[in-house]
Structures are given as C-alpha cells and as structure tokens.
Nanobody, 114 residues
Framework: QVQLVESGGGLVQAGGSLRLSCAAS????????MGWYRQAPGKQRELVAA???????NYADSVKGRFAISRDNAKNTVYLQMNSLKPEDTAVYYC????????WGQGTQVTVSS
C-alpha cells in the first residue's frame, strides 16, 4: 500500500514561487509514475505535471515554462517547483502515484494573490 504525503503549499503573491514536496512510502518499488494534479473550486481535477520511471515528464500547457517536476529517488520524494505563479494557479494540489492503481495524497492548498 503506497502512502503519499504532500507539503509546501501556502499563500504567495502573483509572480512568486513555491515548491511542493511529496514523500512516498510503502510499496514504492512498484510505482511507475508520479505527479501532481490540482483542483480549483468548481472545477475538475486536472493533471499539472507527471514524471515516469524512465524520467520522461509531461506538463499541462498552462504551466509549461513555469513549473518543473523532479524526483529524488534516494528520498522517495517528488517535487514540483512552481515559478511565476498566477492567481489562476490557486487550487488544492494533490500528489499522485501509480502502480497498477492510483494513489493520492491528502492535498495541499496553494493560494496565489493578485
């Protein structure tokens, strides 16, 4: 059973930066991909960025050039560096991990003020 624990959310002004962290435990060797989704009020959850076992990454068009996903295998942790934040980035950010099924963290709030 995979457990995912996020940290690093908070309140930041537009143009600022935040880094989210997601620490994985339990069954980590079976994880094929990890990433971040977000859900804003009244909207569907959407993929922000993902990284697969081979190191390939995938980003939503809305964050390309501003966000960067990375991982530290020694720490079993995935990071999301968010730069040039915009008010429309405000959402609850969820860490996601996939084996033969999907696992989710509890979510961390990111609020970007204008």
């Amino acid at each position: 059973q995979v457990q995912l624990v996020e940290s690093g959310g908070g309140l930041v002004q537009a143009g600022g930066s935040l880094r989210l962290s997601c620490a994985a435990s339990g069954g980590i060797f079976s994880i094929n991909a990890m990433g971040w989704y977000r859900q804003a009020p009244g909207k569907q959850r959407e993929l922000v960025a993902a990284i697969i076992s081979g190191g390939n990454t995938n980003y939503a068009d809305s964050v390309k050039g501003r966000f960067a996903i990375s991982r530290d295998n020694a720490k079993n942790t995935v990071y999301l560096q968010m730069n040039s934040l915009k008010p429309e980035d405000t959402a609850v950010y969820y860490c996601w991990g996939a084996t033969v099924k999907s696992y989710w963290g509890q979510g961390t709030q990111v609020t970007v003020s204008s």
